[in-house]
C-alpha cells in the first residue's frame, strides 16, 4: 500500500528521493520581507528565487512573512501553517519531466483582517525591511479614466477616516510607515510584483495619493524615505488542480496546495532599495538602472498575448492556452499581433532578440503540460486589458500603425461579456470584479455597436477615434452574426 508523507518540517528530510528540499536551516529564519499577497504567482517567483538565494548565502536575515489582507486569504494561510510554510513547486517541463522542489523561504503568515494592528505592527517592525506585493493588476485603485487614484472604492472611504483599523492595501502600508516614522526607524522598500508597466512608480503615485489624503505630513516623508524599485516579472503559473496534488500523493507526499510552474523565469528589477535587499542577482535576478523596455516588452507580448489567446479562444471554444497554440491559425495569429502591433512600438533591449523572444513565447504558451486555462487569463480582464492591450492600441492610432488584429480581441471581449458562452454555447466562467457593468454595456451592442466602449473606465476615450471604431463596428457585427471568430481571425491574417 502507498503510504504518503504530510509536508512539514518534521518529515522534510523523510520524503522521497524524487523531492528536492532546503538545505539551509529555516529555525533560524527572520523575516526581512513581508509579501502581501500569497497566490500562485509570489510562490513560484519571488518566493522560489529566496529560497534559491537562501540556499546558496545560508543567510538568516531574508525569510518571507506571508500577509493576506481579505478574509479569501485564510484558507492559504491555515495550509501554509499547517505544513510550517512549506510547499511543493512542481514545475512542469514540456517534454514531460517534472520537478518537485519544496520551497522553505516563507517562514510566517498574517492574516490582516483578522488583527489590522499586528499586521501594522509586523510590518512596522525593524526586521521588515522589505514589503513585496502581488496584488493583481486591480489591485491599485488606479482609474484610467481619470488616470489617478480611485477613492471611491468603499474600503479606501474606510481607510481615510479609520487610519489605525485599515482594510486596503494603501491604508495598511500609510499606517505602517506611519509607525515606522514613529520608532525612527528607516523606511522599508515598497517592491511592486505586478504586471503593471511602471509598477513601482504606479505603486508610488498611489500611495502617496492616499497618504496625502489623510495625513499630509506622513506623504513627505514616505516621498522622500520610501523607495519603489520598478520590476518585470515573469514566470507562467496556472491555477493548482486537485490533479497536481494528486499527483503528489502517488509520488508519497500530501501537500494541500502545491504550485505548478512553467522552468522559465525572469526578474529583472531597478536597484534602490530603501533599507536593503537580498543579492538576488547571485541567484539570476537581473538588477539594472532602468527597467522600462523590459517590462514593456514583457507586458506587451506575453501578458498582451495571453489576453489575445484567452479572449479570442473562449469565444472559439478552446479551454487552454496550449490548446489554442496547438490550433496552428491561433500561433498564426498570436505572433502576427505580436510581430505588426506591438513590436514596432516597442524600444529595442539590449542583449535581447525581439524575434527569439517572441518564438520562446510561443514555445512558452504551447507547454503541453502547463495546461493554463483560458478562465485563468481571462479573469478580471477588465484591469488586465487597459494595461496590456489598450495602450498598444492608442500608441498604434497615433503612429498610424494597425490596430486590426487588437480590435477584433476587444470584439470578441465584448460577445464574450455579453454572451457568456462560447460559439458552441458553452457557459464561460467569468470572474471580473466589473462584469455586471462590462456585461450591461455589452449587452446593448446590438442597438448600438458603440456601447461596450463607452466604459471609460476601461478605454479611457478609445470611442473618440473613428479609425478603430469603423474597424471594431464592423467586427463587432460580423461577429453577431455569425458567430464565427476563426473566420474573422483568417480573413485579418489572409489582408
Ligand atoms: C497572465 C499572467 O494573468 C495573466 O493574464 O498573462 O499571469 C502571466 O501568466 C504571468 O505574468 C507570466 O509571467
Known amino acids: 500500500m502507498n503510504t504518503t508523507i504530510q509536508l512539514n518540517q518534521k518529515n522534510l528530510h523523510n520524503l522521497p528521493d524524487s523531492f528536492v528540499v532546503p538545505k539551509y536551516d529555516r529555525s533560524q529564519l527572520k523575516a526581512g520581507i513581508v509579501h502581501i499577497g500569497v497566490g500562485g504567482f509570489h510562490r513560484s517567483h519571488e518566493a522560489c528565487y529566496n ?16 500577509m493576506g489582507l481579505r478574509e479569501a486569504d485564510r484558507k492559504i494561510g491555515d495550509i501554509l501553517k499547517q505544513q510550517d510554510y512549506l510547499y511543493t513547486l512542481i514545475v512542469k517541463h514540456p517534454d514531460g519531466r517534472q520537478e518537485n522542489r519544496v520551497i522553505g523561504s516563507i517562514v510566517d503568515f498574517v492574516l490582516a483582517s483578522d488583527d489590522p494592528a499586528a499586521a501594522t505592527d509586523r510590518l512596522a517592525d525593524a526586521q521588515t525591511k522589505i514589503v513585496s506585493l502581488t496584488i493583481t493588476e486591480g489591485g491599485y485603485h488606479f482609474n484610467p479614466a481619470t488616470n489617478a487614484f480611485d477613492f471611491d472604492h468603499p474600503d479606501v472611504q474606510h481607510d481615510l477616516v479609520n487610519p489605525h ?14 509607525k515606522r516614522r514613529a520608532k525612527g526607524l528607516p523606511a522599508f522598500t515598497i517592491q511592486s510584483c505586478d504586471n503593471i508597466q511602471h509598477n513601482g512608480d504606479m505603486t508610488r503615485k498611489m500611495l502617496l495619493a492616499f497618504a496625502e489624503k489623510q495625513d499630509p505630513t506622513l506623504a513627505q516623508w514616505i516621498s522622500s524615505s520610501v523607495s519603489f524599485p520598478n520590476a518585470m516579472v515573469d514566470r507562467i503559473t496556472p491555477m493548482t ?19 505548478t510552474c512553467e522552468p522559465f523565469t525572469q526578474w529583472i528589477i531597478e536597484d534602490h532599495f530603501s533599507d536593503g535587499r537580498p543579492d538576488w542577482e547571485s541567484v539570476g535576478a537581473q538588477f539594472v538602472g532602468d527597467v522600462t523596455p523590459y517590462e514593456l516588452m514583457k507586458i506587451r ?6 489576453s489575445v489567446l484567452g479572449l479570442l479562444g473562449s469565444v472559439h471554444g478552446h479551454a487552454t492556452i496550449d490548446g489554442c497554440i496547438a490550433d496552428p491559425l ?57 494595461k496590456f492591450i489598450v495602450p498598444t492600441i492608442m500608441e498604434n492610432l497615433e503612429k ?93 491574417l489572409g489582408e
Open 241 to 259: 488542480t486537485l490533479q497536481d496534488i494528486t499527483l503528489l500523493e502517488e509520488a508519497g507526499v500530501q501537500d494541500l496546495w502545491p504550485v
Open 165 to 178: 483599523a485599515p482594510k486596503m492595501i494603501f491604508g495598511f502600508l500609510t499606517e505602517a510607515l506611519r
Open 400 to 492: 498610424g500603425g494597425s490596430i486590426k488584429f487588437a480590435a477584433l480581441v476587444i470584439a470578441a471581449w465584448c460577445y464574450y461579456s455579453d454572451k457568456g458562452v462560447s460559439k458552441n454555447g458553452v457557459a464561460l466562467d467569468i470572474v471580473d470584479d466589473m462584469k455586471a457593468e462590462l456585461h450591461s454595456y455589452a449587452s446593448k451592442t446590438e442597438q448600438d455597436s458603440l456601447a461596450f466602449l463607452k466604459l471609460d473606465s476601461v478605454f479611457g476615450d478609445l470611442v473618440q477615434s473613428k479609425t478603430f471604431t469603423d474597424e471594431y463596428v464592423a467586427m463587432v457585427r460580423t461577429l453577431y452574426t455569425n458567430r464565427d471568430i476563426a473566420a474573422q481571425m483568417d480573413v485579418l
Open 330 to 386: 491561433f500561433a498564426s495569429y498570436v505572433r502576427r499581433f505580436m510581430d505588426v502591433e506591438v513590436t514596432p512600438i516597442l524600444a529595442p533591449v539590449d542583449e535581447i532578440n525581439l524575434d527569439e523572444y517572441k518564438s520562446t513565447l510561443i514555445e512558452r504558451f504551447g507547454n503541453p503540460n502547463i495546461k493554463d486555462n483560458l478562465a485563468r487569463i481571462c479573469l478580471e480582464s477588465s484591469s488586465k486589458l487597459p
Open 301 to 306: 507580448l506575453l501578458n498582451a498575448g495571453h
Open 51 to 66: 529560497d534559491d538565494f537562501l540556499t546558496l548565502s545560508q543567510s538568516t536575515e531574508w525569510g518571507i512573512c506571508g
